[in-house]
């Protein structure tokens, strides 16, 4: 119950093109939903957040879409580029003391 | 604000050798966390720190060893190394937003 499931385990999308990556969830006392996004050698960083009292935020080229009927929730990368290749990791919290992450997504943005 | 920083960057261990992963924030952050992440896995909690002077375990805690005497620091004891130990160590700290800074990482083998 306290899992985040992810996929795919591997994305590659056309430059341009539309990054779909996508979670599910069963805990229904999740109430924050981070996305985090890491490049090869560095840490994951924050990328976008969203709380379960809106169905989507925006924030330039990346969406969240948030199904709370569904317990899914997905990001969307609009105009993908080189530079989004990375590693997503989808996360979720109670507001307790820990984050429960999802196991990654590695994107590959052909140029 | 370096945030999060961890020493050192790489580390090689013979079998049976103990040393410790070094973590300090200078972002008054009550929260840190310290998490191990395998070859094209996520990330595994193994301790966390609510204060100082608080710890627990994680998902992952067997053959580690942390202590919290200050906000700033939380190093991560390894006394007995293991080939199972070889990973990419990250520390983490969050604050009351929910949101987790990850420092950059050590990569450590075991041989």
């Known amino acids: 119950q306290q899992q985040v499931k992810q996929s795919p385990q591997s994305l590659i999308v056309q430059k341009g093109g539309i990054s779909i990556i996508n979670c599910a969830y069963e805990?229904?006392?999740?109430?924050?939903f981070p996305w985090y996004q890491q490049f090869p050698g560095k840490g994951p960083a924050l990328l976008i957040a969203?709380?379960?009292?809106?169905s989507e935020k925006k924030e330039g080229r990346f969406t969240i879409s948030f199904n709370k009927s569904a317990k899914q929730f997905s990001l969307h990368i609009m105009d993908s580029q080189p530079g989004d290749s990375a590693t997503y990791f989808c996360?979720?919290?109670?507001?307790?003391?820990?984050?429960?992450f999802g196991k990654g997504t590695r994107l590959h943005i052909l140029p | 604000n370096a945030g999060v920083t961890q020493t050192p960057k790489f580390r090689i261990l013979k079998i049976g050798q103990s040393m410790t992963l070094q973590c300090t924030q200078d972002?008054?952050?009550?929260?840190m966390y310290w998490y191990r992440q395998d070859p094209g896995m996520g990330l595994k909690l193994i301790y966390y720190?609510?204060?100082?002077?608080?710890?627990d375990k994680g998902e992952v805690p067997n053959g580690y060893n942390v202590s919290r005497s200050t906000t700033e620091d939380f190093p991560l004891r390894l006394e007995l190394a293991a080939p199972s130990q070889t990973s990419v160590y990250f520390c983490?700290?969050?604050?009351?937003?929910?949101?987790?800074?990850f420092g950059p990482g050590t990569r450590l083998t075991v041989l």
């Open positions: 996360a979720a919290t109670a507001g307790d003391d820990k984050i429960i």
């Open positions: 805990n229904t006392a999740f109430d924050y």
């Open positions: 969203i709380r379960p009292d809106v």
């Open positions: 972002m008054n952050h009550n929260y």
């Open positions: 720190s609510v204060g100082a002077g608080i710890t």
């Open positions: 983490a700290g969050s604050g009351a937003e929910d949101t987790q800074y």
